[in-house]
């Protein structure tokens, strides 16, 4: 049994044969010192682990002295036992204080987002999802059976849908335009004022031609909104084509010299219009043109594979979504805006969830999975095309968090030209907000043939409500009020309301054409 004795300043430490001992330096007893109890505490406790260190040394040195011959794992090995020998003794005796500072519960206010790890909580969180949602699955399919349908999607007409396919084609003759116009501006053929009304003639034709096929034609929703989608792409990419390079032809002229220009815009590097540039920002994730763009070294073929894998499934997953949850959902509904108050509330309340997993499928699948296809497939450097929006305090920092393609175009070609030309910075947020509208409505309403005005609306109430959460977050300095605001107003309330509009429209316009 060890003896622990206290001589004066030192205390001896001996094991049962006595043979071996080491000296433990300990804190006086004397009252020379100041400090507090919980300071005493704490370098009690540092002097045992210390006393557990001099032990382990001391039994090195012994073993140096006695043992020639042993080898270094054997001194290594007395020296953990020397060291577990102190910490069982000593260390954690029943009188050794096992509670030596302050400290809060890991899951107090004040410490849960504070340097830990919630990667256990989360993975609770996606079993108890992936078991719950399997559950539902199974029963919606014991109850309904199989209710996937293709009729919404891809009409009986789909396959005949070939003035929208043309027209689809036909949209890569604007950048051809507009290429053919900056080349006669750089060569001086046309002065600017006629440079700028034919590109206002090429992006304006750009989209109206399909806005007009798709009106004149009766085809699938699924295709009017991939045509419109993609008319919406070229019209902000044939944008910032041409004001890219209006901008440096200007700076061309001035021959200025701006320091802190990236490389790209440097008056080093000799404005030229290239049909290869041209065709590269075509393809690029990106609605902002420049002449040269960060490029990666290779493209990962396996990575590549990988993420169209991935693309193939949670596109599927989506469809089952829409079709064996959604659609039964708004089908069985009636018109938000025209029934029993308390049902519509319950419709929306039941819309939310689908819609939800849906809407993160949807950002994933094309954010994510595609985005970065396209640009490891054409090398593209710079793949920010979203920050950590989920996080968002304010419907403002959601809508520069989320879709930063869109955000650095309206920033570029839009909201700072408004701000250099004199315009207030309110106002300049409410034209933003005004053409983002605009466009929403068009790749909805367009397809649906409706005109409501219901995404129009959608859009414009961000504006108040980006003053509403703006206040809220000042006047409750709490990152989670802000956030619980946010999902509540985009997941809960916003888009199934928007669902149920569209589609109750959408199928009253249908009885009135049949």
């Known amino acids: 049994m060890a003896i622990y004795q206290s001589v004066g300043a030192t205390a001896t430490v ?112 996606i079993v108890v999802l992936v078991a719950v949602n399997s559950r539902l699955i199974i029963e919606n399919l014991m109850k309904y059976g199989w209710l996937i349908k293709t009729d919404f999607w891809f009409s009986s007409t789909s396959l005949s849908d070939w003035p929208l396919f043309m027209c689809c084609l036909t949209l890569l003759l604007f950048p051809v335009a507009s290429f053919i116009v900056e080349k006669l501006a750089q060569h001086k053929y046309i002065p600017e004022p006629v440079v700028v009304i034919l590109h206002i003639i090429i992006t304006s034709t750009s989209l109206l031609y399909p806005i007009f096929v798709i009106l004149r034609s009766d085809s699938a929703f699924l295709s009017g909104v991939t045509l419109m989608l993609f008319a919406c792409i070229v019209w902000l990419k044939l944008v910032s084509y041409g004001h890219t390079n209006y901008d440096l032809r200007a700076l061309a002229k001035s021959n200025e010299k701006v320091e802190g220009l990236p490389s790209t815009l440097s008056m080093d590097y000799p404005y030229d219009v290239s049909i290869r540039r041209l065709a590269y920002f075509m393809l690029a994730p990106t609605l902002c043109y420049q002449p040269s763009y960060p490029r990666t070294p290779s493209i990962r073929k396996g990575w590549v594979f990988r993420q169209l894998v991935t693309l193939i499934i949670f596109t599927g997953l989506m469809g089952f979504i829409i079709e064996q949850y959604i659609n039964p959902i708004v089908q069985n509904s009636q018109h938000p805006l025209k029934g029993n108050l308390l049902y519509a509330i319950e419709r929306v309340l039941k819309l939310s969830v689908p819609n939800l997993y849906v ?87 367009v397809p649906c043939h409706i005109f409501k005005l219901w995404a129009f609306i959608g859009i414009m109430m961000q504006v108040p409500l980006v003053l509403i959460t703006n206040y809220l977050q000042n006047k409750f300095r709490s990152s989670m009020v802000g956030n619980m605001i946010f999902w509540f107003i985009f997941c809960i309330l916003g888009q199934p309301m928007c669902v149920l509009l569209y589609y109750h429209d959408l199928m009253s316009r249908k009885v009135k054409t049949e």
Not at 32 to 61: Q, W
Not at 65 to 84: H, T
Not at 377 to 385: A, K, Q
Request: glycine share 8%; net charge neutral; aromatic share 14%.
């Open 359 to 445: 809407w993160l499928c949807m950002f994933y699948c094309f954010f994510h999975l595609w985005l970065n296809i396209l640009a490891e497939l054409l090398r593209f450097g710079d793949r920010e095309f979203y920050k950590d929006w989920w996080n968002a305090k304010t419907v403002d920092e959601y809508w520069r968090l989320w879709n930063m393609p869109v955000h650095k175009w309206m920033i570029r070609h839009l909201y700072f030209p408004c701000i250099r030309h004199g315009v207030p910075k309110g106002v300049a947020l409410l034209i933003a907000f005004l053409v983002s509208a605009l466009f929403h409505e068009l790749c909805i309403a």
């Open 14 to 125: 001996q094991g049962d044969s006595g043979a071996n001992s080491s000296t433990v330096r300990r804190r006086r007893g004397g009252g020379a010192t100041s400090a507090t109890p919980l300071e005493k505490v704490e370098l009690d406790a540092f002097e045992g682990e210390s006393s557990s260190e001099e032990l382990a040394k001391d039994s090195s040195s012994d073993d140096n002295n006695n043992g020639n011959g042993v080898d270094d794992a054997s001194k290594g090995n007395r020296q953990q036992n020397a060291a577990d020998f102190s910490a069982v003794n000593f260390d954690y005796r029943p009188s050794f204080p096992a509670h030596r500072r302050i400290r809060d519960s890991p899951l107090s206010s004040g410490n849960i987002f504070k340097q830990q790890s919630h990667a256990g909580l989360f993975n609770l969180c």
